[in-house]
């Protein structure tokens, strides 16, 4: 039962979010709705963020610079963006050929993964959260189909982060343009192909209309995750209470994320389907030609960075162990589903 | 920045949880461990939440009536324990061949499932929040292999829950034992096979000395979830933030649980065929056999129970469209990963 009441001090406090996504990006953008929602009911309305697009308070690729100069408290990103300041960035986000959804937060919650990327992230005056997932992506939309590695010589594939420099190896040249600008490049043959998210996402920017292959794996993201970055003074200057508030709140929005995604996309990809969209395989000859380009770039930034080198072998090592284990059960379980007739 | 501090009233609360599972299974039961101490941490030290063993308060499958009759707040349980009270309880946990952990989170979260359970729960005073998945379990220990249907005709399988309806369509003699006593009884013969959970939970027990072949996959559990109960009158007694606090820890609880089977199961599965465990797919006559008489027990359950059809019908409309879409990027991405060289 409950026992009489007792007062206690919390601060009435008021941060604020900077988003490296547009607000149109209901699902990204909104999982740091969700946690600043969830963040203030918890207190009572009394710690309340406000949550603002990229480019409003700084521009999109500015939240790590951001956060470590404390011009704002609190960012919402794909880390990965940041792997020109350090490769190392990637791998809280994703890398090709790296881990999935359920095993990105399994290596993060109960493996090495987020007490190794704090540790990193502390240069940055960084304490991070995984904040999201879109589970793994499509290949993307190519106005010739992929069939051979020989057709990425040349090929100008708009791809966003670290995935450039595979597609770089393979022969192609990435571009780096924002949403908002893609489905005019494509449509006037100034780039070839471009990827985004998986099809509610990209329905919404209707690149179907202008290339009709939609290829997939995205070998390059098959578990993006998203992380919230807290300046870690600020964070320090918390009550425990409202450290934990602000770490449950992020699991929920995380794990809300990847819901999201899972539950829209199958309807947005039986329309894109219907209105003409030829959905591709990649073949094995593509995969592993990419994947042995993938291998090789991380073996050469073992060599000459020793923060990827140490977060990423832990990360190799889990990913190695993770797929042993995901044959069995949950992928035959998966495939008889996925032939059966429901 | 911080403004000057107000103070608040914040009732001291302490509450009791009654676990369905024994300490032992520290994977489940430690979710709500897990639970309790967010909960405590999030406000203050004052909500506090005492988590009992099954049997510590009440049997561990009275939780239900603990629940409903107001003598505990909480409890932690496998919905599908009650599927004698009512079959629908199933559909907030496993049915066979039903959906996977994403797709029960997705379908919870982003679906309709939550809403549609809640709805159900309300006659048994419980408001209820997904707190935990095992993912896709393992298909059991069996004494001679699986090769055709013909070898369920008679077998006596240790099995949790609902599934039992389906065995027994089979032809199998399901048996209902609780974790303790499966080694003793498959060791004396007195059943032929038994499954618990995957190889994390499994080595402990020491399955695999009495029965050396180990069938996958589980396909009456491809994505168990567990639920927090909490009795609706204590809760609509809570305070906003407490409210909000129970539904944030039980969403890390949810997936934290998740990420501890996902990152303690490879390592178990190793070690348990390098003990001589022979790990063998159930062929797909078996799960022809299985998937028909599975589908006929819902339209059996749909014919006489409204409850079950309300909420089946949603739960398959979903389970359809998931995987149409999870055939697609996500299972070619695992597929991949799990045959390269690692």
């Known amino acids: 039962g409950a026992a009489p009441a007792i007062v206690q001090a919390q601060a009435n406090i008021r941060w604020r979010l900077a988003s490296s996504f547009p607000k149109a990006l209901d699902t990204i953008y909104g999982a740091a709705e969700t946690f600043s929602k969830k963040v203030s009911e918890m207190s009572g309305g009394k710690f309340t963020i406000s949550v603002h697009a990229g480019g409003e ?17 609190m960012a919402h990103t794909a880390p990965y963006y940041f792997f020109g300041k350090d490769e190392t960035f990637a791998l809280a986000c994703a890398i090709p050929f ?21 540790e990193f992230y502390a240069q940055y005056n960084i304490i991070s959260f995984p904040m999201g997932n879109t589970g793994a992506q ?14 990425y010589k040349g090929l100008k594939f708009r791809v966003g982060g670290f995935a450039g420099k595979v597609i770089e190896r393979l022969g192609g040249v990435p571009q780096n343009i924002p949403g908002g600008e893609i489905y005019q490049a ?16 990209d329905q919404k920017l209707g690149f179907n209309k202008v290339a009709p292959f939609y290829h997939y794996p995205g070998w390059w993201e098959g578990g993006p995750q998203l992380d919230l970055y807290v300046n870690t003074k600020a964070y320090e200057g ?59 770039l991380y073996a050469d930034l073992s060599a000459k960075n020793p923060n990827w080198k140490k977060v990423y072998s832990d990360y190799a090592n889990f990913r190695r162990d993770q797929n042993l284990w995901f044959r069995f059960t949950e992928a035959q379980f998966d495939r008889y589903m996925q032939s059966a007739k429901l």
Do not use: C
């Open 138 to 151: 499509m290949g993307g939309w190519f106005r010739k189909e992929i069939k051979t590695v020989a057709d």
């Open 98 to 118: 790296g881990l999935n959804s359920r095993q990105m937060t399994a290596w993060m919650y109960e493996g090495n993964g987020l007490k190794l990327m704090r």
């Open 57 to 73: 308070l700084m521009p999109a690729f500015g939240v790590v610079d951001g956060i470590q100069n404390g011009t704002v408290e």
């Open 186 to 201: 494509l449509e006037k043959g100034t780039i070839d192909a471009a990827e985004w998210v998986g099809p509610y996402d």
């Open 238 to 296: 918390l009550s425990s209470e409202y450290k934990a508030i602000i770490e449950a709140a992020a699991a929920y929005a995380h794990t809300d994320m990847q819901a999201k995604y899972d539950a829209r996309n199958p309807e947005a990809l039986k329309q894109l389907v219907a209105a003409g969209t030829k959905v591709v395989a990649f073949n094995k000859a593509v995969l592993d030609a990419a994947f042995k380009e993938a291998m090789g």
